[in-house]
């Protein structure tokens, strides 16, 4: 979407807050949006559209994980997971992807992860959502691309180094974190802006020729 468009997910109201303190110097607006109550969707997209024109390109980079072992999940666990991760995602398409709210050759792109192709212990309901959300990417490329030229893809990040990432490291503790997190990762913890570069890479032009493809940045972890 144009540079002035950012719909921020408002689960954690303080985020709002870094989000508002990293604007820097204008040339942003923020549409505060609590994605896991679908139904403001369709008006978030309608607000952006309305204020700023049509829009050029959409990330998703809204999500959340647990380790959860298998006996320990539930239907409203799973729900929840799938919401944020996957129905979001597929609601802000739906009403993206309408003449009247996209140009031509716009390009979309989800935030999946290296887990949708290698599993981890005890995050089946993490794995699950970002596969449906690298498969429902697959069929969105198909439908949307040969009249709307609607471009589609994921990226697929291993460890970046962010809340997440630090999150875990609290919890295991950095000795456990390194020696389960690097020895597949062997080009170690990614930063944000290694995978923010791929996404870039994706919105523009230069990838004209690129749609329904999860590209995996995760140095090295998915090979073993």
Request: aromatic content about 8%; proline content about 4%.
């Amino acid at each position: 979407m144009p540079s002035q468009g950012m719909p921020k997910s408002l689960r954690k109201p303080q985020n709002y807050a870094i989000t508002q303190k990293f604007r820097g110097g204008g040339g942003t607006k923020c549409y505060p949006c609590d994605l896991s109550n679908i139904d403001t969707i369709e008006n978030l997209v309608k607000d952006i559209v309305q204020e700023n024109g049509k829009l050029d390109g959409l990330v998703h980079c809204a999500g959340i994980t647990a380790t959860k072992p298998l006996s320990s999940n539930t239907y409203d666990f799973l729900d929840e997971m799938m919401r944020i991760n996957v129905y979001s995602f597929i609601e802000l398409v739906k009403h993206l992807s309408k003449k009247k709210n996209c140009n031509q050759n716009t390009s979309i792109v989800a935030v999946s992860s290296a887990a949708s192709i290698r599993g981890d212990k005890a995050k089946s309901a993490y794995c699950m959502s970002k596969g449906a959300l690298d498969s429902a990417c697959q069929a969105m490329a198909a439908e949307l691309g040969p009249e709307k030229r609607i471009r589609v893809n994921t990226v697929n990040p291993g460890w970046i180094n962010t809340q997440m990432y630090s999150d875990y490291v609290k919890n295991v503790g950095q000795e456990y974190a390194d020696a389960t997190i690097l020895d597949r990762q062997f080009l170690g913890v990614a930063e944000p802006y290694e995978v923010a570069n791929v996404i870039a890479f994706l919105l523009s032009d230069a990838s004209s020729q690129i749609t329904g493809q999860s590209i995996v940045v995760d140095g090295g972890r998915t090979i073993w």
